[in-house]
C-alpha cells in the first residue's frame, strides 16, 4: 500500500499558543501508521502565525483525509486545521 504526504495548514487560537508544542501534541494524536514529517510556520497578521504540519498517512484510509483533520482540529489550542495539499508517495 502506498503512502501519502498531507500538508494541514494549522490555525492557532491565538497568537499566545507555542507552535513548537502544538505540533507534538499532533504527533502524539496521530493513530498508527501516520507519522509527522516536518513543520513550518506561516504569518497570518499581526503578528499571529500558522503551523504547517506535513503528515505521512496511508493511502487507502477510510474518511480519507477528514479524519485527520478531526484530529487535529479536537487538539487544545487548535483554532481550525485544514488540508491544503496532498501527494503520493511511491508508486
Do not use: C, W
Amino acid at each position: 500500500m502506498t503512502d501519502v504526504l498531507v500538508v494541514v495548514k494549522v490555525f492557532p487560537e491565538s497568537d499566545e499558543v507555542n507552535l513548537d508544542n502544538l505540533y507534538e501534541e499532533i504527533g502524539k494524536k496521530l493513530p498508527a501508521g501516520y507519522k509527522l514529517v516536518r513543520k513550518e510556520t506561516e504569518p497570518i497578521a499581526y503578528g499571529l502565525k500558522a503551523l504547517i504540519a506535513y503528515v505521512q498517512m496511508p493511502e487507502n484510509v477510510e474518511g480519507g483525509t477528514d479524519t485527520l483533520e478531526e484530529i487535529i482540529n479536537s487538539i487544545q489550542g487548535v483554532s481550525h486545521a485544514e488540508v491544503v495539499g496532498i501527494t503520493r508517495l511511491g508508486f
